[in-house]
């Protein structure tokens, strides 16, 4: 069973920083894209950052304050996230395709979430 298990999340007051992990776990031969996307209260998900091989993309709200990295040989995906804003609130979903075999289609998995609030 492959697992995604994020951490980092809290409550921090706006401008302030946090750092978002996401570590996989169980039978991986590789790992392709990983992903953070977010949920805020009545909103629809949507996605955060996308980390793949050379490239990175941001949503526009997002740009110039959030960083994504991944280590891959601890199979881990980060979100450094700056200058936090009441509206980046949400549950923070880690997601990512990956190939248990080398036989195997990539195969699309999520966390559970981990819930950042920004409050003064």
């Known amino acids: 069973q492959v697992q995604l298990v994020e951490s980092g999340g809290g409550l921090v007051q706006p401008g302030g920083s946090l750092r978002l992990s996401c570590a996989a776990s169980?039978?991986?031969?590789?790992?392709?894209?990983m992903r953070w996307y977010r949920q805020a209260p009545g909103k629809e998900r949507e996605l955060v950052a996308a980390?793949?091989?050379?490239?990175?993309n941001y949503a526009d709200s997002v740009k110039d304050r959030f960083t994504i990295s991944r280590d891959n040989a601890k199979k881990t995906v980060y979100l450094q996230m700056n200058s936090l804003k009441l509206e980046d609130t949400a549950v923070y979903y880690c997601?990512?395709?990956?190939?248990?075999?080398?036989?195997?289609?990539?195969?699309?998995?999520w966390g559970q979430g981990t819930l950042v609030t920004v409050s003064s």
């Open positions: 997601n990512a395709d990956i190939k248990r075999k080398p036989w195997d289609r990539f195969l699309e998995v």
């Open positions: 169980g039978i991986i031969f590789s790992i392709n894209a």
């Open positions: 980390i793949s091989v050379g490239t990175t």
